[in-house]
């Protein structure tokens, strides 16, 4: 197992949480220097929370850092991040962003590489499967999710 | 005192609130119809949040709201978004962005009117005294705040 497989792993069981809790199942990890600093997952349906995505949750968690710590960490993602999220990485100059899938959702990756952040995409079918069953079973979360409406 | 200028005072009420916390000096206001559904200021210091800057904590102190209702709204924020701010807005297809001030910090406004959102600045004195005062009184968390060391 890679180490961004391994770290994909741990955002995948955020997500999976976030599936059992009723939510959207989408998971993060901010890594630096090999170790995590913090995990985090979608928070919409459990907290009634309209900016806690997976990545902005997880870099919450990761609580204040200097900048130079967010300049050399990986942030792992188990879908493409949205605007939102996006514009979290590049406030904090995040050099790389590694995303489980981005068949389901796509919107930023022009945005992030033209900023010049590496973009790794795993395409794994675990987080595929998870945004799947997502847009069979809970349609209208995941619409709100994005600012849409089903 | 025009609708614009209303709302404004309301976001720099929160801003002036955050300075006397001591943290910083930004605020926002979520107004939909005429009708104010949220105001919010950045927590940085107050919360140890790295996400909550002025507009995002008044996105979450609206609570979950319908895609309709974001994409009929204005948001007023003393200060031109950055990143993640503007990207929060472009998740939520927020049509108009009113900001009291530009001068201190200018990242995202190219990105927001390419991708259709109005931007009316209104270079108000009292956003641009609150952020003077912060760069020369409390410039680490400023720097903190946009992803730079002093």
Chains 1, 2 share one sequence.
């Not at 770290?7 to 170790?35: C, N, T």
């Not at 204040?64 to 050399?72: D, G, N, S």
């Not at 993602?77 to 939102?84: A, D, V």
């Amino acid at each position: 197992m890679t180490d961004d497989e391994r770290f994909m792993a741990l955002a995948i069981e955020q997500a999976q949480l976030g599936w059992d809790e009723g939510g959207v199942p989408i998971g993060a990890v901010l890594v630096h220097d090999g170790q995590v600093l913090a995990v985090g997952r979608n928070r919409r349906v459990q907290w009634g929370s309209a900016i806690r995505h997976g990545e902005t949750d997880c870099l919450e968690n990761a609580g204040r850092q200097p900048a130079r710590v967010y300049r050399t960490s990986v942030l792992y993602t188990t879908l493409s991040p949205c605007w939102m999220c996006a514009g979290t990485a590049l406030l904090y100059d995040i050099p790389r962003i590694v995303i489980g899938e981005n068949r389901t959702y796509s919107v930023s990756e022009d945005l992030l590489r033209s900023r010049g952040v590496e973009l790794t995409v795993l395409d794994d079918p675990t987080c595929l499967g998870l945004m799947d069953k997502t847009l069979s079973e809970r349609p209208e979360i995941w619409a709100e999710d994005i600012g849409e409406e089903v």
